[in-house]
């Protein structure tokens, strides 16, 4: 009893949150938060993926390590957010509430959102690798704008971006730390 109580209250706040920034969004800037969320994919594939051929092409075997530091833990992310996305099935808010309207992109189910998870593994990848206060502040400030994009354009709860803000992290610790074991002299700035 005490437990479902606890699961409705959660819900609720869920909710009221996400209700908080959809109706207190500016919708002059509905463009920019459309911007700024397909920003994930090609930042958190983009980038490491160019650095991979780059370092390829020039035989830098150092930088391939790098690049695959941080193209790893991304494409587990996408994976791990998909599974979990199938297997937990949640509707999307706007499926289920009439005030919050679908505003960008998103069919699959919500839980957990694979948009946040992608730009906070490539956020903490590049936070671990290149230990530089501007770089972690630029990445994860990114990272947040990405999660926060995915509410106020009505196509994920709070809890779906927490959800992939944590996944996104922690497979890249768990990368970061597997290949510090792994190799004498990993792949760190």
Known sequence: MVALQLVQEFKDLDISILKSIFENRNPAFDIILRAITNTAAAIAFGIPGILLIHAFIKKNQVNQLRAIQLLIPVALSAI?????????????????YPFIHKLSMGGSPSFPSGHTADAFAFATGI??????????????????????TRMALGVHFPSDVLAGALIGALCSYAVYFYMHRKYTNPPEV
């Open 127 to 148: 936070s671990l690798m290149y230990r530089k206060r501007m770089i972690v502040v630029l990445a994860l400030l990114w990272a947040s704008l990405v999660g926060y």
């Open 80 to 96: 791990v957010a998909n599974v979990l996305k199938y297997a937990v099935d949640l509707p999307r808010p706007y499926e289920l």
